[in-house]
């Protein structure tokens, strides 16, 4: 593999990742802060808004993983992609900590 594979594989990651907390709370009907909402990220976006976004991070992170070429063969591309979906989701859990308090 290319080193531009490991790039798309990491931000396959991490795009399939943060389709989650979106995805969940819009199909539950539960407002959630998105890069829509006022102050972006910080106000919160109504349940539609985040399933939308939920949608095109899964096509955007769906495309990349096809760029990466990942295979489970490749230790090293699955790390990479783990990697990913790692490093969003901490940065995640720190951004969203406080958005009960709004």
């Known amino acids: 593999m290319k080193w531009y594979h490991y790039i798309a594989a990491f931000f396959a990651g991490a795009f399939l990742a943060n389709v989650v907390p979106h995805f969940i709370h819009g199909v539950s009907g539960d407002p959630f802060p998105s890069p829509f909402s006022n102050p972006p990220g ?12 939920a949608c095109l991070n899964m096509v955007i992170g769906y495309i990349l993983l096809r760029v990466s070429n990942i295979s489970a063969k490749n230790k090293l591309a699955m790390f990479v992609l783990f990697l990913g979906i790692l490093a969003i989701s901490i940065q995640a859990s720190i951004v969203f900590m406080d958005k009960m308090k709004l």
């Open 42 to 53: 910080k106000g919160l976006s109504s349940p539609l808004v985040n399933v939308l976004w």
